[in-house]
Structure formats: structure tokens, C-alpha cells
Antibody, heavy 114, light 107 residues
């Protein structure tokens, strides 16, 4: 059974860096073809893919956010970490991690406010 | 980037009736199209992948069709548990992209 769970701060201040961790089980990110990514949803708005990391450490970033994002993996810990720098109130929303085969975590609400 | 457009934004249907949801891509995504069901407080659930393959967790009343730029999700006889928000998502080109969602509500 594949499960994913997000963890991280629920609130950050403007200009701070957000660090989110996705802990998963049921698969190995060292297996060929596997990939895990991050998706967010601002309140009342659409879902948006942020970043994706593959089993071979290939990475993809949203072009509009690329300068602010870093995605890494720790295969030994079954974790994927996303950092987003220079946070702004418009970055408020629910952040999900997801396996590209359709499994998602429950999401974590992040509020950006001073 | 590929823009996904869903219609309608809200669909009011009575239980037992048929619901048809549409999704259009701004350019061809071949059959690399998924549908998700999303209920409040829950993780989105993969419903359809490869445009027409139904995930094992969902019953046969759910079906997907289409290819290229036009896609349809059909729910043949709505049950109470089917009322949710449905999103289409293309995974043909990065960045992957979602439609704005169709809220399926009880009439």
C-alpha cells in the first residue's frame, strides 16, 4: 500500500523560506520509473504542480517558480523535501505531495502572514 | 504551458441521473489525461488514467473517453458518494497542469 504524508510549518512569515517534507511508504524512489512531486492549491483556486523528482534524480520545476524552488530526495529515509524561498502571502494554500501514479498525501495548509 | 479548461464549473444533478463532465486541452496531450475526485478534507483520488482506464477503487459507473484535446468523464448513475469536485490533469508535457475543476452537486 502506497502512502504519503506531508509535514512542515503551518505558518511562515513573508520573505522566509518554507521547507516541506514528504514521507512515503510502499515504494522506493530508487526504483526505475518512480517519481514524487509537489502540488499546491491556494484557497479557491486551481491545483498547480510545483516540482517533480525522479528515481534517477532528474528534476522538474514549474517555470514560473523555478528560481524559488528546490526539490531533493533522501532514498534511505523515503523522503522528498521541497524548499520554497521568499514566501509571500499569495503562496498561502494547501501543499500536497504526490506519486506520479496517482497517490497523494492529505495535504498540509501553509499560511504566509506576518 | 498547456491550459486545461473544464466545463461546466458547477453541475447540479439528481441522484440516479447521468453526469457528463468535459475537459479541453489547449494542445494535444494524446491520451495522457487523468481525472481526480476530490472531497473536502481528503486527498484527491485518482479516478481515471490514460484518458479511459478506471482506477480499481472506483466502480464501473465511472468512465472516461477522449484523446488529443477533448475529454469526457461520465458517471452513469449518480450515487450520493459521487458528489465532489472533479479535476482533469494532463501529464503529457511538463509542467503538468490541472483544469479548474467541476463541482458536482446534488440537485
Amino acid at each position: 500500500q502506497i502512502t504519503l504524508k506531508e509535514s512542515g510549518p503551518t505558518r511562515v512569515k513573508p520573505t522566509q523560506t518554507l521547507t516541506l517534507t514528504c514521507s512515503f511508504s510502499g515504494f522506493s524512489l530508487s526504483t526505475s520509473g518512480m517519481a514524487v512531486g509537489w502540488i499546491r492549491q491556494p484557497p479557491g483556486k486551481a491545483l498547480e504542480w510545483l516540482a517533480l523528482i525522479y528515481w534517477d534524480d532528474d528534476k522538474r520545476y514549474s517555470p514560473s517558480l523555478k528560481s524559488r524552488l528546490t526539490i531533493t530526495k533522501d532514498t534511505s529515509k523515503n523522503q522528498v523535501v521541497l524548499t520554497m524561498s521568499n514566501m509571500d502571502p499569495v503562496d498561502t494554500g494547501t501543499y500536497y505531495c504526490a506519486h506520479t501514479r496517482g497517490y497523494w498525501g492529505q495535504g498540509t495548509l501553509v499560511t504566509v502572514s506576518s | 504551458d498547456i491550459v486545461m479548461t473544464q466545463s461546466p464549473a458547477t453541475l447540479s444533478v439528481s441522484p440516479g441521473e447521468r453526469a457528463t463532465l468535459s475537459c479541453r486541452a489547449s494542445q494535444s496531450v494524446s491520451s495522457n489525461l487523468a481525472w481526480y475526485q476530490h472531497k473536502p478534507g481528503q486527498a484527491p483520488r485518482l479516478l481515471i488514467y490514460a484518458a479511459s482506464s478506471t482506477a480499481t477503487a472506483f466502480p464501473a459507473r465511472f468512465s472516461g473517453s477522449g484523446s488529443g484535446t477533448e475529454f469526457t468523464l461520465t458517471i452513469s448513475s449518480l450515487q450520493s458518494e459521487d458528489f465532489a469536485v472533479y479535476y482533469c490533469q494532463q501529464y503529457n508535457n511538463w509542467p503538468y497542469s490541472f483544469g479548474q475543476g467541476t463541482k458536482l452537486e446534488i440537485k
